[in-house]
């Protein structure tokens, strides 16, 4: 079985009514494939709020519909809730229907982005890739190794962001046709923030280079 890693940053899903939905709460952790109903994916998530403010059963928007909230816990600050969720058929739901493809633990909705990570038969996996991107920015796409799996490895889905725009505004281009208060402003972000994360990223991407010519 193939198996890869989708990445999504937030700004680049900020305005799809999913995310913004998805948003409201601390994150959405997928837990497992429960069923195919009517052609419908149905998975079950935890849910993590600190208003205990899931969407009720019979919420729905953009192909997703919250089916059952079945169960409700409190820690520290923050509640728990165990959904159940449909994917419809005619957004993601499709995709499954051979049952060669699943959707694997890691796939989650934080304010650090969208990670999907789904394994299958890899002309199935070409065919939902390729329609993921058509429904949304996909920002990288890593693929599994070996027996290492898909942890996250190199720079962050943030860093990663950061130096692509970096490269394509000319950072490292001799002489510099941008500066860090450039890009910070192109990001959103603090110039202290840019110049961290570029040394950080710059860093992951020297070992990985220099790891790979011992």
Not at 183 to 194: F, R
Request: proline content about 3%.
């Amino acid at each position: 079985m193939r198996a890869v890693r989708v990445e999504c940053a937030i700004p680049s899903i900020e305005h799809d009514p999913r995310a913004r939905a998805a948003l409201q709460a601390v994150s959405w952790d997928y837990r497992g494939v429960l069923d195919q109903v009517d052609g419908n994916l149905r998975v079950m998530c935890e849910c993590i709020t600190t208003d205990a403010g899931c969407p009720s059963p019979g919420f729905s928007v953009g192909g997703i519909t919250v089916v059952e909230i079945i169960e409700e816990w409190s820690t520290d600050y923050l509640t728990h809730h165990l959904v159940i969720l449909d994917f419809d058929s005619d957004f993601l739901g499709r995709f499954f229907h051979s049952r060669d493809l699943t959707l694997l633990a890691g796939s989650n909705i934080t304010s650090s982005g969208l990670i999907i990570q789904v394994a299958g038969r890899q002309a199935s996996l070409v065919s939902f890739l390729n329609a993921l991107r058509r429904a949304i920015p996909v920002d990288r796409i890593t693929k599994a190794k070996d027996s290492e799996g898909i942890v996250q490895k190199g720079p962050t889905l943030q860093q990663y962001r950061i130096i692509k725009i970096a490269h394509r505004q000319g950072w490292y281009e001799v002489p510099k046709k941008i500066s860090i208060r450039g890009l910070a402003s192109k990001l959103g972000l603090s110039k202290s923030t840019v110049a961290e994360q570029l040394v950080k990223a710059e860093s992951e991407i020297v070992g990985g280079f220099l790891k790979k010519s011992r």
